[in-house]
């Protein structure tokens, strides 16, 4: 529900919006420029709501028809409610529909890129290429990495990266996705791979950002640059 309630908060905005300009009379000191802008800007953040909440293949001529109906006053043929009711239903049915379509396309690509040389899978169906082995020193889930990464979409979209922003990453393996936690005990200290983290092992159904959508397959170049031993923490602590 936390999603919908996004989504008719941004319906409500586009609402407000639309009474302030269109056919409605010119505000005092709001200029022609502004309320284009301001239009803009709705569009947008709507447009991005419906892409995360997955719902696909709506009449978009028909939306901004009944906006501009009940902006300007008219009657709608159902209550806000009901209407809340009904988007939350068909986001739900999209949800399905669209995971099943990602599962087949994921399955698809994974099963090709499983043939290519130097890829090995594990249980869990998380693919991986060891480009360095790095040293005899593994981590485990309860130990902290420090890495550097670049993360991508199987169409190449950088999503994340800590060569752009200039410094490694630290962080508990048990705190993140589950194919980060696997994957970085596949490399010793100084290694190097590639993981291909199918959603189910990443953020499932969840959409994270613009570039970061929901059931996303995600791709990760890393370098386990340092591992810290959990057991040393415990020792550190005592000692002190």
Known sequence: MRVLNFLVAGVLAGVM????????????????????SVSYAVGVTFGSMIKNANLVGLDYALVTKTMKEVANGGKAKIHEQEAGYIVNAYMQKCQVAVGKMKEKEEAEFLAKNKKNEGVEETASGLQYKIENPGNELRATAKDTVEVNYKGTLLDGTVFDSSYDRGETVKFPLDRVIAGWTE??????????????????????????????????????????????????????????
């Open 17 to 36: 919006l639309a009474s302030c300009g269109g056919s409605q009379p010119q505000l005092e000191g709001v200029t022609k420029a502004e309320v284009d």
């Open 183 to 240: 994957g970085m005990q596949l490399v010793g200290e100084g290694g190097k791979l590639t993981l291909w983290v199918p959603f189910n092992l990443g953020y499932g159904p969840r959409a994270m950002s613009e570039d970061l959508p929901a059931y996303s397959t995600l791709v990760f170049e890393v370098e386990l640059v340092k591992i810290n031993k959990a057991e040393e923490k415990v020792k550190e602590v005592k000692k002190k």
